[in-house]
């Protein structure tokens, strides 16, 4: 999969309300104060998208304020979240 096929399925998915989260991602949210919702929406609006190399993928976009929010996915049936920064 190209990186703009990953972008344009993790923005699909993300529109669909088709997220996951991992623990790991979970455990993130809360350490750096992130919300369901900014993940959603920076996803739903990620403007990169990069292969890490081990079938997930690094995706950034904008959270709720603006700010960039980056969050590191498996497409899988739906979106799995791994982590979030």
Known sequence: MSPSEALADIRGYAAANRVELSEHAKVSMRKRRVRYRDIRNALTNAATCADQGDGTWRASGPDLEGDELTAVVAIEDG?????VF
């Open 79 to 83: 979106l799995l979240v791994v982590t």
